[in-house]
């Protein structure tokens, strides 16, 4: 079959009654279709049942810590060591929470709007115009934290090797520029993986701010597709990185256990170096005594080292793989004959990220809609929710069973050929 554009008014108008032939037969399903976010599946909520039973009416740590009480403020060494250990870091360095790392970023950039980081000359609140830098497509929540701190949302395109490194290292010549968000492994939603050279400049690289923090979000470290090891992602330590090249400050790392036990219901941490720590743990035991210690503990005992966690994420990508491949293959069958669209095909985390026509997102997204297909609003990987090109749209392949993905996925290859044939007949 030839390329859209390669084809005759006459020949775009009939591809366009065949589409709509199909759209209307599949509206007629009356399907109820969700690929808004990345929610684990069922089957792999299940993979975590047992996680309590480890506990056995046993709730002390093994330096005989009852997990019970109060204390502890920055968690137990046993779950330290394990994220210490996904992490390349000493658990000394690592600070945990309960079940939401992104309400330690929110809580770590609070801080500093009220109190300044431990290098800044004021706390953040007070500077007016501060910024942030955001690769785009990214996180809309981490986006959003930002927005309604009063920042200035500043996009960097992000490329094969992660956020455009020419324009950061221009940008972070702004005192104003306090920070930048980084998802540096099968980053959301294109699955990137940053490029050892991407890390290097991030924790090399000279800040007009001096307080200037990357806020590492770690979130899919170990959320990979393939069970070849060789082709899982792979970072360096950022903190000690940027110890290295003398910016020891600039790091504040994150993850949580929340796609590898329950989402609702698992564990959070961050990390950084010595003199972040201390100062944030000032202002932490003003806030809370502890966190729950006794969850920390079933975790520990359930997955006691990296090891044990890489082997139950290979039965999550068991579960995922297939999943993705399906979403691969529908893609590649409806649209694989022309270039006016483009998808990625990660090798881990949780995402597709799909690139039609530009100008055509929002439409694709609404025709979707109301062919009984819900999928997250066109533009949303954006700063201000604003794709300037009106292209991407994220794809969550995660939820569904396999019949409902290749259903949805069929329902939005339809849309994307639609609205690309109406922009062509519109040109002609």
């Not at 599946?41 to 975590?48: I, W």
């Not at 806030?287 to 090891?307: D, G, M, S, W, Y």
């Not at 991407?392 to 409902?404: H, K, M, Q, T, Y």
Request: aromatic share 10%.
């Amino acid at each position: 079959m030839k390329g859209y554009r390669d084809m005759t008014r006459e020949e775009l108008l009939a591809q366009r009654q065949e589409l709509n032939e199909r759209y209307e037969k599949y509206k007629a399903l009356n399907l109820t279709l969700d690929m808004t976010r990345g929610k684990p599946s069922p089957l792999q909520l299940d993979l975590s049942n047992d996680i309590y039973d480890v506990l056995n009416g046993d709730f002390k740590t093994a330096k005989g810590q009852d997990t019970r009480n109060y204390g502890i403020a920055e968690g137990i060494e046993e779950i330290r060591a394990v994220f210490g250990e996904i992490l390349g870091t000493d658990k000394d360095n690592v600070f945990m929470g309960n079940s939401s790392s992104l309400n330690q970023m929110y809580d770590a950039i609070m801080r500093a709007m009220v109190f300044g980081e431990v290098d800044s000359p004021k706390p953040w609140a007070q500077v007016e115009g501060r910024k942030w830098l955001c690769p785009t497509p990214g996180y809309d929540r981490h986006f959003r934290v930002t927005e309604t701190l009063g920042f200035e949302l500043i996009p960097v395109p992000i490329t094969e090797d992660g956020p455009d490194m020419d324009i950061v290292e221009e940008l972070v010549k702004d005192e104003k520029v306090k920070g930048i968000w980084c998802v540096p492994c099968y980053s959301n939603p294109d699955g990137i993986v940053y490029s050892e050279e991407t890390c290097d400049r991030l924790a090399r690289m000279e800040t007009a701010a001096s307080d200037f923090r990357i806020f590492w979000d770690n979130a899919y470290v170990v959320h990979h597709l393939s069970e070849d090891r060789n082709e899982w992602g792979k970072l360096p330590d950022m903190l000690s990185l940027c110890e290295s090249y003398g910016h020891a400050n600039r790091v504040y790392e994150f993850a949580s256990s929340s796609k590898i036990t329950f989402a609702g219901g698992g564990i959070s941490c961050f990390a950084c170096n010595k003199d972040n720590m201390t100062y944030a743990k000032k202002y932490l035991n003003a806030q809370t005594i502890c966190t729950n210690k006794v969850n920390q503990l079933a975790h520990a005992r359930f997955l006691p080292n990296a090891e044990a966690v890489y082997q139950h994420m290979m039965k999550h990508a068991a579960i995922l793989r297939p999943k993705f491949e399906e979403c691969q293959k529908v893609l590649n069958e409806e649209l694989g004959f022309d270039d006016l669209w483009h998808w990625t095909n990660p090798k881990g985390g949780y995402f597709v990220s799909f690139y039609a026509m530009p100008g055509t997102a929002t439409k694709i997204v609404s025709m979707c809609k109301e062919a009984g297909v819900a999928l997250t609003p066109a533009g949303a990987s954006y700063p201000y929710g604003k794709d300037p090109q009106d292209s991407n749209i994220r794809l969550a392949p995660s939820f569904p069973v396999i019949e409902d993905i290749e259903k949805a996925v069929r329902i939005l290859t339809i849309c994307a050929k639609i609205t690309a044939v109406d922009k062509l007949l519109e040109d002609l």
